[in-house]
């Protein structure tokens, strides 16, 4: 199928969408799931020092030459996931987030096409450099400042947890930055992927993958994964982290479609895999079957979750500790299933006038609301 064709059709599709006037509500497209959705999110609050911990990463970011004018719509992203954290480790993660978000504005995968050869040859050596970093944290001399800035806030984190949680959690981290900071669109791939493939790859692009394992970093509440394996929860919970992280990578690709999509011309984005994959491309049919996605995402993550909880209701007395421990993750995982959602809800990184998304509207207000 012809890529220029399927996005020259979507954007048709999007202009007539927005000619009309006609608005679609991202909520609803989780049929049968929207209301227990607006139920479930509701009573919800981001970290309490939300504004101050802001403040302290924007500074940090002015200093070190990681601010741009959008920058500010991304800072409430940790606060809104990790409400729960201690104050000290969220900072350490906002900052970290911050730099991520500043390689992804400067020349993610929505981004690195637009780049000039200079720009894009500068970006491959300092990918390629991070993607190498391994536990020891090693930098070269005369490294680019946002490798020193990477290195120094991932050391503050190695010492704040376990060997075997931090090396995890790099590993996720780097693989993260390699395959995002590229053109992953399908000129470079040299193929359209499946949508399968495509929603595998977007766990890491998205960054969800590793952000689900900042919830045992951002309390110091870190899991006994061998005792999970004994107790037969370990691969219900592995596969909750992948469902929670599934959800926010590509309810993701919906909030950011009309920048990545019509704005950069990306066809990196579910809403484009899926036209790419279809036979006749259009748009309202691609978001349906987007919201279909979702829906059953969101029904997993409900079986999931209670499975787990009646497992725990098991666990005899003497495993209390670990038990605890368990359910206040879980809890946790919970608070960023639904903060993926009020997030982009929340934030003005998504949003625009005309939007052909009621969320993401400027002029009107949202159907749900932190």
């Known amino acids: 199928m012809n890529v220029t064709h399927v996005l020259e059709r979507i954007k048709e599709n999007y202009l007539h969408f927005t000619n009309v006037g006609t608005r679609f509500s991202i909520a609803d497209l989780l049929p049968g799931e929207s209301q227990r959705m607006l139920s479930y999110c509701q009573k919800f609050k981001p970290h309490a020092e939300s504004n101050s911990l802001i403040s302290l990463t924007k500074q940090f970011c002015e200093e070190h030459g990681i601010w741009l004018k959008k920058s500010i719509y991304h800072l409430s992203c940790d606060p809104f996931l990790y409400p729960y954290a201690e104050s000290g480790r ?54 680019h400042f946002i490798e020193q800035i990477n290195i120094d806030l991932l050391k503050m984190m190695q010492e704040l947890s376990p060997a075997d949680w931090f090396n995890r959690f790099l590993e996720l981290y780097v693989h993260h930055v390699e395959i995002t900071h590229r053109d992953n669109g399908v000129s470079s791939l040299g193929y359209i992927p499946t949508v399968t493939e495509y929603s595998e790859n977007r766990l890491h692009t998205s960054g969800m993958i590793f952000m689900m394992m900042r ?47 019509i704005d950069n011309s990306s066809d990196a984005n579910l809403i484009m895999v899926l036209a790419l994959n279809d036979l006749i491309p259009n748009l309202e049919q691609s978001l349906k079957q987007a919201g279909l996605m979702l829906k059953a995402l969101v029904s997993e993550y409900f079986n999931l979750l209670e499975r787990i909880r009646a497992i725990i209701e098991t666990i005899c007395p003497k495993e209390s500790i670990k038990a605890g421990s368990l359910s206040k993750h879980l809890d946790g995982v919970e608070i960023v299933f639904k903060a993926c959602l009020l997030w982009q809800l929340h934030t003005e990184r998504y949003k625009r006038q005309n939007s052909i998304f009621l969320e993401t509207e400027l002029v009107l207000d949202h159907k749900l609301t932190a």
């Open 215 to 261: 919830i045992e970093f951002a309390d110091g509440n870190f899991l006994d994964w061998e005792w999970l394996e004994k107790i037969g929860i370990a691969k219900y919970l592995r596969r909750l982290h992948q469902v929670v992280a599934e959800f926010g990578g590509l309810s993701n690709d919906i909030f950011s479609f009309e920048k990545e999509v």
């Open 90 to 143: 969220l900072l350490i993660m906002m900052k970290h987030l911050a730099m991520d978000f500043f390689l992804n504005d400067k020349m993610g995968r929505d981004i690195f096409k637009s780049l000039n050869s200079e720009e894009q040859e500068t970006a491959v050596e300092l990918i390629g450099r991070i993607a190498l970093l391994d536990q020891k944290l090693n930098i070269l001399p005369n490294a």
